[in-house]
């Protein structure tokens, strides 16, 4: 995430994502935002669940693959895109809802 005060969680590691527009379904506001923050056209997303963070946002949370190298994405948000193993995410400084979103559901994201 971008280092800015105003924002929850600055200069934090988080997912790609944002919030979804008016009239708009969640799935879309998904394919929009990786759109507009990777520039790239997300394939099959499937959902794993929902949580509420700390900032008093729902977030709901899908996975998908991305068939291209880093090098090859164009990030427009935030200060640096990179991938992770799953036991990795939990040495970086992540907010705790989603730590917590992410033991609890281990099984369906490795599956």
Do not use: C
């Amino acid at each position: 995430r971008d280092n800015k005060p105003t924002i929850p969680y600055p200069n934090y590691w988080s997912f790609l994502g944002g919030h979804v527009e008016k009239n708009e379904s969640i799935e879309h506001a998904l394919r929009r935002e990786i759109k507009e923050e990777i520039d790239y056209e997300l394939g099959d997303a499937f959902y794993l669940g929902r949580f509420d963070d700390l900032e008093g946002s729902l977030v709901h949370v899908y996975k998908s693959r991305i068939n291209k190298e880093l090098s090859e994405l164009t990030l427009t948000e935030g200060q640096k895109l990179d991938f992770f193993s799953f036991d990795e995410i939990f040495r970086l400084k992540i907010p705790e809802s989603l730590r917590e979103f992410l033991i609890q559901n281990k099984n369906k994201i490795m599956t």
